[in-house]
């Protein structure tokens, strides 16, 4: 199964300018973590992610659409990089995880793992036609069904 | 079930998966030890055991691969020293550990230094060619793969005994032959890969093969070889070919979603909605092919990558670079050669040159014998004459190939093409 794996912003990740020697350490250690996690053949694609001062937020509302503009005023729900693993399963993806590194060096952070749909799990309320039929293809990009 | 018990079941499933992230290093650094497959697994198993009475209480360690490895050692020490028969080796190992004051420390940085090296070294083994394809196959995905027996038997549509009897003798074969679970070094690293590439890709082609309402054991299988490829692409970073394969893997499965009908019937490569493909694998894919092409890879797995990537880069069927693809042709033939790769190159010449070219290269090929009764050869001259306004001569053609295939979907369409001929003026 594939899951995407969400590292949350932390406040330090969330500033601009040079990064810490602790940033540096933390960014050596994150790299030899995702060595560890590529010699295994979990790791698919993974990037980080510019803080939230360079993103933009659009509002749907009815036909409405409305741009905010960064930085944000929540800087926990922010997400600061992802990476997509190929795992056995949820057990596996956790094993991995708490293997991370800390990015925030003795402050709290946190990370979040969300599974991808897959085949199986929309049989249920999809028929095999309609998975088969050819749509706008986007959701077809990244694996899913 | 009382919470107690929830919370331990929990404790059981995070120790297990540490477990299976760590077995194979742990099979691959105990078989170098002990010489001895079926040894090095129930000696990982033993300290699974220990992990899972002592983890919940002492929490899980910080390199968990090496806690495991330490046990596993103490409990191979033991052993032999019960074992008189193995006094030899014995006095071996107990030399070796006396030696290091603090073992743990030593098994810790012998970790860090080799457990690579010995994660191939048991690759290479269970892939050893005194040993069948199949064996080879079944072998890897139990020690390497870490799958059950039931699990390889589901996959490759055999009965468990059969499996368990093929690994029994593989592992006898690997035991009789005094194989030392090393990587294999120059010339001999060279000779001795192919038959690690085949295996896995024989793996893949097994899971390729499963059509929807298989077991999802089956397809899991692509998944499995997948994983493979990207191990050893981790751990020989400097050869093309395994570079090759792995793209060749990545390319052919992104195609996976897109490659069958609601029906199930196969969707030819050039019909498929590229829309369905997987993008981020074809990404990997062509990453991995680039990679094996700077290292200078003109092999068999890098020229069949390449032809998979003309396809996985044209957005549509019409963009596709045929006489890119006709030259790789030519030079996969010199590789590899064989009827199938010379029919395909004449396809090939056909897209790229006009059906002319076809026409002049199948005529080359028409008496090979491996290609008699074989229907996609009529059914490429049928296409070829078509497309060359030869109406008549294209119409016997695809009414002889329709009645070599077997397959029914595979007549119709083909008898169809044949109707087709005479509807034309």
Request: some cysteine.
């Amino acid at each position: 199964m594939r899951v995407m794996v969400f590292a949350k912003a932390t406040e330090a990740s969330a500033t601009d300018g040079p990064p810490s020697p602790e940033a540096l350490e933390a960014f050596a250690a994150m790299d030899r973590f995702i060595e560890e996690l590529v010699k295994a053949g979990v790791f698919v694609a993974g990037a980080g992610l510019k803080n939230g001062a360079e993103a933009k937020r659009i509002v749907l509302d009815g036909t409405r659409r409305t741009v905010i503009d960064g930085p944000f005023a929540e800087t926990r729900e922010l997400i600061a990089g992802f990476s997509i693993w190929e795992v056995k399963d949820m057990d596996e993806a956790l094993a991995w995880a708490k293997r991370a590194p800390n990015p925030a060096a003795g402050q709290k952070s946190e990370m979040e793992i969300r599974p991808f749909y897959e085949a199986a799990d929309l049989a249920e309320f999809v028929t095999p036609e309609e998975l088969a039929a050819p749509r706008d293809g986007e959701r077809g990009k990244l694996g899913v069904a | 079930m009382p919470a107690g018990d929830s919370n331990q079941a929990a404790t059981h499933h995070a120790i297990e998966a540490t477990f299976r992230i760590e077995r194979a290093r742990l099979i691959a650094g105990l078989a170098r030890m002990v010489r001895n497959v079926d040894r090095a697994e129930e000696l990982a198993q033993d300290a699974l055991v220990v992990a899972l009475s002592e983890w919940p209480r002492i929490g899980v360690p910080d390199n968990p691969g090496a806690w495991l490895m330490a046990i596993a050692k103490r409990r191979a020490i033991d052993g032999f020293r019960r074992d008189k028969m193995r006094e030899r080796k014995h006095q071996e190992i107990a030399r070796s550990q006396d030696e290091n004051a603090d073992g743990a420390a030593a098994i810790e940085a012998a970790l860090d230094d080799d457990l690579g090296d010995e994660l191939l070294g048991l690759i290479f083994t269970a892939c050893h060619p005194i040993l069948s394809p199949d064996a080879r196959a079944a072998l890897t995905l139990k020690v390497v793969g870490g799958l059950t027996t039931d699990e390889i038997a589901r996959a490759f549509l055999s009965s468990e005994t059969a499996i368990a009897q093929r690994i029994v003798r593989a592992k006898k074969a690997i035991a009789k032959a005094r194989l030392k679970f090393e990587v294999p070094r120059g010339a001999e690293r060279v000779a001795r890969l192919p038959s690690v590439l085949e295996v896995i890709y024989l793996i893949f082609n097994e899971g390729y093969a499963a059509t929807a309402g298989d077991d999802l054991v089956r397809p899991g299988l692509c998944l499995e070889a997948q994983r493979l490829g990207r191990i050893l692409a981790g751990l020989m970073p400097e050869d093309a070919e395994v570079f090759g394969l792995l793209a060749l893997m990545e390319i052919q499965a992104s195609r996976h979603n897109a490659r069958t009908g609601p029906d199930g019937a196969v969707i030819p490569l050039t019909e498929q909605d590229r829309a369905r493909w997987d993008h981020l694998l074809i990404r990997r894919g062509l990453d991995a092919l680039a990679r094996a092409e700077v290292l200078g890879g003109d092999g068999f797995y890098v020229l069949q990558a390449a032809l998979a990537a003309c396809h996985a880069r044209a957005r549509r069927a019409a963009d596709t670079d045929w006489s890119r693809i006709a030259a790789l042709y030519d030079r996969l033939r010199a590789v590899a050669p064989s009827p199938v790769v010379d029919l395909n190159r004449a396809i090939a010449h056909s897209m790229a040159f006009g059906p002319d070219a076809g026409l002049r290269l199948l005529d080359e090929i028409a008496d090979a014998d491996t290609l008699r009764d074989y229907a996609p050869l009529p059914a490429a001259r049928g296409d070829f004459l078509f497309r060359a306004g030869r109406l008549a001569e294209a119409r016997s053609a695809f009414a002889a190939a329709a009645s070599l295939t077997r397959n029914a979907r595979e007549r119709a369409f083909l008898l169809a093409r044949a109707a087709a001929c005479e509807g034309k003026p």
